[in-house]
């Protein structure tokens, strides 16, 4: 597993409730799905076309309101027509007090800007956001931020992007969020 991959899984553990049920949305079967299944109990992985449950997040879910202490979100809500929309799926869906956690590029980061691949094709995020934006889209569907910050899961190397990073944190390459409903 890369180390960008490996060191937000550990990330996500952290914050995860240990004994509710955990539905990871936007799971593909990459490494990370493999990751959470292997560490965590009580997972359902969702995904356009594998996973568990199979579903569009783009329409309503499929499931029970209330059914789970914990969504991981990690790299899809960017990829949504309508994040406003996933964002209140996700709230109808989680019970009181449960967790979501939500990582998305962060588009003041330097690698967003960097890349050349923006507005072609090869691109696939219909969203971008900042902090605020995402820290807005939360509190419309009354969620409570319990913690939130910039990370750089992908500088291991580039020792000026990491300097940069340290010193103006909003420069860093992703957003971490976890709020509880």
Request: charged letters at 25%; one cysteine or more; aromatic letters at 14%.
């Amino acid at each position: 597993m890369k180390i960008s991959r490996k060191k937000r899984s550990q990330l996500v553990l952290k914050y995860l409730k240990k004994k509710e049920k955990t539905i990871n949305l936007g799971s593909g079967t990459g490494e990370m799905a493999k990751f959470f299944k292997k560490n965590v109990k009580n997972l359902v992985n969702v995904d356009i076309s594998y996973g568990n449950k199979q579903f569009n997040l783009n329409n309503k879910f499929p499931i029970k309101s209330s059914s789970y202490g914990n969504i991981i979100a990690t790299e899809v809500i960017e990829h949504l027509d309508n994040p406003n929309f996933f964002i209140g799926e996700c709230c109808r869906i989680l019970k009181r007090s449960g967790k979501l956690i939500i990582t998305t590029p962060n588009m003041t980061g330097i690698p967003y800007h960097l890349s050349e691949d923006i507005g072609s094709d090869k691109f696939p995020h219909i969203c971008a956001f900042n902090l605020k934006m995402l820290e807005y889209l939360l509190s419309k569907h009354k969620f409570k931020i319990i913690n939130k910050f910039y990370t750089d899961f992908f500088w291991n190397k580039n020792y000026f992007f990491k300097f940069l990073a340290h010193i103006f944190p909003k420069l860093r390459s992703n957003i971490f969020i976890v709020a509880e409903k």
